[in-house]
């Protein structure tokens, strides 16, 4: 349920609203916009008694969302979400690219490699500093010997950071390092991971999964949102298919779709879906 307060409506009004919402034991998202205020409800498990809040001074109309989706929904919150990071505006008009190498191997490497992406335009320098692998003899990342380099690039070029959480043991190191927290493919359904991440209130850009229909990858981010976090980001790194030529099967499809459903800003990874993905193809 969307509540749409009136042009004129104070803040007083608003406040005094998201309490009624609380006594009945929901849970208000005040969501300030350019001309009016909107306050959405959540974990109502049943119906809502409108002429209840209805009765309340500043409301000027109640919206049912259909969605299963309800922070997420562009029913829920119309205007588009631009998140910003320390005057790097995602969802905007402004076109970003984040760029650096999959994981942080070593100072020299990401200096070098920051030096290009700075050159190239980049805002955003990305490096894992903690990977998940899919065999647990491969390389796992440097831990905070990595953060510690990253936060050295954004020292010395201005780039902001973004970096995946793993686990919830480690995501508040990375929260303390990090100006995006990223959560990848193989977590997006990691909920626990998920409601961290929200708590942490730094920006997170969430990968598809593997194998998630859109709707699943919607719901993900709700679980962000559920802890009144509004900085996220979505992200289209391709899925798995039949196919075998490329790692991931790159879904533009998904990008109109999501920006019609949802208000949340979304970029596409093309490097899983694309020859640049196969060890194969970077060798020749």
């Given at each position: ?8 409506a ?5 406040d ?9 034991g ?5 969501m300030?916009?350019?001309l009016?205020t ?11 008694d409108s ?6 001074a500043?409301v000027?109309d109640?919206i049912?969302?259909?969605q ?16 910003d ?9 402004e ?10 191997e070593?100072?020299e ?15 955003i320098?990305r ?15 440097l ?5 510690k ?11 902001k950071?973004?970096t ?20 990848g ?8 991971l998920?409601r ?5 209130k ?7 999964g593997m194998?998630?229909t859109l709707?699943?990858?919607?719901m993900?981010a709700?679980y ?12 289209e790194r ?6 075998d ?18 208000h ?8 899983h879906?694309?020859e640049i993905?196969?060890a194969?193809?970077?060798?020749r």
């Amino acid at each position: 349920m969307l509540i749409v307060m009136a042009t004129k409506a104070t803040k007083q009004m608003v406040d005094d609203v998201c309490s009624v919402i609380e006594s009945m034991g929901l849970k208000a998202h005040p969501m300030p916009g350019a001309l009016r205020t909107a306050i959405g409800i959540t974990g109502n498990k049943s119906q809502v008694d409108s002429n209840i809040i209805l009765s309340q001074a500043g409301v000027k109309d109640i919206i049912h969302v259909t969605q299963p989706f309800k922070l997420v929904s562009r029913e829920f919150y119309p205007e588009n979400t631009i998140v910003d990071v320390d005057g790097v505006k995602i969802g905007g008009t402004e076109f970003v690219v984040m760029a650096g190498p999959c994981s942080v191997e070593s100072r020299e490497q990401c200096m070098i490699i920051a030096e290009y992406v700075k050159k190239a335009g980049a805002k955003i320098f990305r490096g894992g500093a903690f990977k998940p692998r899919t065999s647990p003899y491969s390389f796992q990342g440097l831990k905070e010997e990595g953060l510690k380099i990253l936060a050295e690039v954004r020292d010395n070029f201005g780039l902001k950071i973004i970096t995946e959480a793993v686990d919830t043991e480690t995501i508040n190191l990375v929260a303390d390092y990090a100006d995006i927290i990223q959560i990848g493919a193989r977590n997006m359904q990691n909920y626990s991971l998920l409601r961290k991440a929200g708590q942490t209130k730094k920006p997170v850009l969430l990968k598809r999964g593997m194998s998630a229909t859109l709707e699943e990858f919607l719901m993900a981010a709700e679980y962000i949102m559920a802890e009144d976090n509004p900085n996220v980001i979505l992200c289209e790194r391709g899925v798995r298919t039949f196919a075998d030529h490329t790692r991931n099967t790159l879904d533009l499809s998904a990008i109109p779709f999501v920006k019609r459903t949802s208000h949340l800003p979304i970029i596409s990874d093309p490097s899983h879906g694309t020859e640049i993905g196969r060890a194969s193809c970077r060798e020749r």
